[in-house]
């Protein structure tokens, strides 16, 4: 099993004294995901850079919507530069600043397009299993793979029993199976309201909770010979991985 952390890249200063927290820890993880968020200054590729110095594989995240297609791809010649091996690309949410110019580009074509353009990379994509029915977002994993994606990474769950319906379609796809703490009534809502989640009945927004069901989660995906996503977003991250891999 691969485990995967994903670090928001805030600034080189935090980024930095997360990952040495991470390596002091000695923590099981093999891959450092980093998302590209137009409202800080460090770019994925950027901050997956500064990963590697502490000695991890890295996979920046690529936002389709920033990408042109009639022009050569904005983050090759660095992505070239620092032999990285992996990148995930997503769709990406629109920006609130409107002077950041985007693209009607969809997810298929950018993985076309770092086929072509970088047949070395190793090419990841994203499910979001709450978008739309399942057999809809399964439809759009097929899409992804014919187009040249290798794996996929999923949206966070909250539900075993959700996350095990869509192991058993994807029993033949190399996965990340994504989790991540809530920790707050608002978070609840944002979940809810923004991504379609239902939470479980016996949900808590508590670390206790979510470390509990975080275990749940990377044992049954240790048994079907997966890999795990954990995605600390704002929860402290030592109090969190710590309680995963106690």
């Known amino acids: 099993m691969v485990v995967s952390v994903e670090l928001v890249p805030r600034n080189e200063q935090t980024l930095r004294g997360e990952l040495q927290q991470l390596k002091n820890n000695k923590f099981p993880i093999d891959l450092i995901n980093v998302p590209e968020l137009l409202r800080f200054d460090i770019h994925a590729w950027e901050g997956a850079a500064i990963a590697q110095e502490y000695g991890f594989a890295v996979m920046p995240h690529i936002r389709s919507l920033d990408i042109d297609l009639d022009e050569k791809l904005p983050m090759r010649d ?5 032999n990285m091996q992996k990148v995930l690309v997503i769709t990406g949410d629109p920006p609130q600043d409107m002077g950041h110019k985007v693209y009607p580009t969809v997810s298929t ?13 190793k090419i990841y994509a994203g499910i ?15 899409r992804k793979n014919q187009a040249g994606a290798a794996g996929f990474f999923t949206q966070p769950f909250f539900d075993l029993r959700y996350l ?5 379609q994807l029993a033949d796809k190399e996965v990340y199976w994504g989790i991540s703490p809530v920790l707050s009534e608002r978070s609840v809502s944002y979940w809810e309201i923004k ?5 479980p009945n016996d949900f808590e ?5 979510n470390i509990d069901f975080a275990r749940k989660v990377y044992r049954f995906v240790e048994n079907i010979g997966g890999n795990i996503y954990i995605m600390p977003i704002k929860a402290n991250l030592i109090e969190y991985m710590q309680g995963i891999f106690a």
């Open 78 to 82: 660095y992505i070239e530069q620092k």
């Open 109 to 121: 074509d950018v993985i076309r397009k770092f086929r072509e353009e970088m047949s070395d990379v």
């Open 128 to 142: 979001d299993q709450y978008r739309s029915s399942m057999r809809e977002e399964l439809y759009h994993v097929r």
């Open 164 to 168: 095990e319906m869509y192991a058993e």
């Open 195 to 199: 991504n379609n989640v239902i939470f």
């Open 205 to 209: 927004p508590t670390m206790r909770w």
